[in-house]
């Protein structure tokens, strides 16, 4: 496709449910970021991937979340066990790599646990 | 200290304006600086990088101070449709992004 593309772009679930969001990057970049945004708040990073390289897992807040990408294509965050603090729009980025601030930005995956 | 900082706003600017606002960053290793701008529900999106010399893009300047550790975005003419979240970005030597959270600009006709 011609951007990031994201689904679902919303999800509802209960407290405790286990969720999949999945992002499809743009075609030939390398660098993919998933970054999560609480309602009125700036972009929090969670995790990186660069290529066959090994992620940077820095951000993921607890070990309810992971996130997996096969080479330079899909990526899925999961987060299980959902709480309602994970309430929030998840977004991911792509760019041809990683010494670039140039990222493209799907629509963002809002979650909301109630 | 938080290490990359803006004013939340918001900023109300009638239209036909200047509007200026900066951002501020702690670490002065850092390597290189953007503004992103963000709409309402929306996903932020590239407005410009900020060059060392400065950089010009229409009604839009953006300017770096090292010796300070701020960058600053200037909007010349602000249009309604200016109205939008603006987001700095700094990329520091490890090549991480670090993001503020934005500045909020309110255009009036």
């Known amino acids: 496709g011609a951007g990031v593309s994201q689904s679902p772009s919303n999800k509802v679930t209960e407290k405790g449910k286990d969720v999949e969001l999945r992002c499809d990057p743009i075609s030939g970049h390398t660098a993919l970021y998933w970054y999560r945004q609480r309602l009125g708040q700036g972009l929090e990073f969670l995790i990186y991937?660069?290529?066959?390289?090994?992620?940077?897992k820095s951000g993921l807040p607890s070990d309810r979340f992971s996130a997996e990408r096969t080479g330079e294509s899909v990526s899925t965050l999961t987060i299980q066990r959902t709480q309602q603090e994970d309430s929030a729009v998840y977004l991911c980025a792509s760019s041809w790599q990683r010494n670039t601030g140039e990222l493209f930005f799907g629509e963002g995956s809002r979650l909301t646990v109630l | 200290r938080k290490e990359v900082e803006q004013d939340p706003g918001p900023f109300n600017v009638p239209e036909g304006a200047t509007v200026a606002f900066n951002c501020t960053y702690s670490?002065?290793?850092?390597?290189?600086f953007f503004w992103y701008r963000q709409d309402c529900r929306k996903e932020p999106k590239l407005l410009m990088s900020?060059?060392?010399?400065?950089n010009e893009d229409g009604r839009f300047t953006a300017q770096l101070n090292r010796a300070s550790q701020y960058i600053s975005l200037l909007i010349r003419d602000s249009k309604l449709s200016d109205s939008a979240t603006y987001l700095c970005v700094v990329k520091d030597s490890n090549y991480q992004l670090i993001w503020g959270a934005g500045t909020k600009l309110i255009i009036k006709p």
């Open positions: 900020v060059y060392s010399s400065g």
């Open positions: 991937f660069q290529g066959n390289s090994a992620p940077d």
């Open positions: 670490n002065s290793a850092s390597q290189s």
